[in-house]
């Protein structure tokens, strides 16, 4: 079936420090959304990409869709304790709502 | 604000009990999604359903069975519940994909279930 990678699984980074997920399809995607999952928590929306190349951008974390729109990425620049958490990348392909949820990279921040 | 609410934060049933997980959403969204979350394994899709009293299987049906008698009630049933049914269950819901720009999902609190 249709899959999606998501790496690294895990990420420890010092308070300060940039940090980057990133999450490949081997299918042509529709479109990619990203979630955080606080721990404890439930997933909550992040925002959503859907053209080839676009980026976009909210504070301190930035969002890239590929070009042939089969991988994405979301870098945080210096990092603080509050984006400690999961983050997910979930993917849409054509003619589907439903969406695909990466395994996630659990981001710790240490201060 | 859109919400998304499970009947239970927390269930302890015995192998072989029939469970119901309840999820209610008052947004008047068209879809939702019953999701199973599992360390290193990321929400695997279980059921969705795309209006009322419609279902479609999504990875991992097996064991389950779902019910959607009103748009805004989407439950999951474990007929036999097993012990490899513990897991994190969320519910999501979402408008259609061609409604509007963006149609991301709002998910539920989630229900710890624990089978034993």
């Known amino acids: 079936g249709q899959q999606v990678m998501q790496i690294p699984q895990y990420q420890h980074v010092q308070e300060g420090e940039d940090f980057t997920t990133y999450c490949n399809s081997s299918?042509?995607?529709?479109?990619i959304q990203w979630y955080k999952q606080r721990p404890g928590g439930h997933p909550v929306f992040l925002i959503q990409?859907?053209?080839?190349?676009e980026v976009k951008k909210q504070k301190r974390l930035t969002f890239q869709f590929g070009e042939a729109k089969k991988n994405s990425s979301l870098h945080i620049t210096a990092t603080q304790t509050t984006d400690v958490g999961t983050y997910f990348c979930?993917?849409?392909?054509?003619?589907?709502?439903?969406?695909?949820f990466g395994t996630g990279t659990r981001l710790q921040v240490f201060p | 604000d859109v919400k998304v609410t499970q009947s239970s934060r927390y269930l302890v049933k015995r192998t072989g009990e029939k469970v119901f997980l309840e999820c209610v959403q008052d947004?008047?969204?068209?879809?939702m999604f019953w999701y199973r979350q599992d360390p290193g394994l990321g929400l695997r899709l279980i059921y969705f359903?795309?209006?009322?009293?419609?279902?479609e299987k999504g990875d991992i049906p097996e064991g389950y069975s779902v019910s959607r008698e009103k748009k805004e009630r989407f439950s999951l049933i474990l007929e036999s519940a097993s012990t490899n049914q513990t897991s994190m269950y969320l519910c999501?819901?979402?408008?259609?994909?061609?409604?509007?720009?963006?149609?991301?999902?709002?998910f539920g609190p989630g229900t710890r279930l624990t089978v034993t």
């Open positions: 299918t042509t995607l529709s479109n």
């Open positions: 990409l859907v053209k080839s190349g």
């Open positions: 947004m008047d969204h068209e879809n």
């Open positions: 979930a993917v849409s392909f054509y003619n589907t709502d439903k969406l695909i």
């Open positions: 359903s795309y209006d009322v009293k419609m279902k």
């Open positions: 999501a819901s979402s408008a259609p994909k061609d409604s509007g720009p963006s149609y991301e999902q709002y």
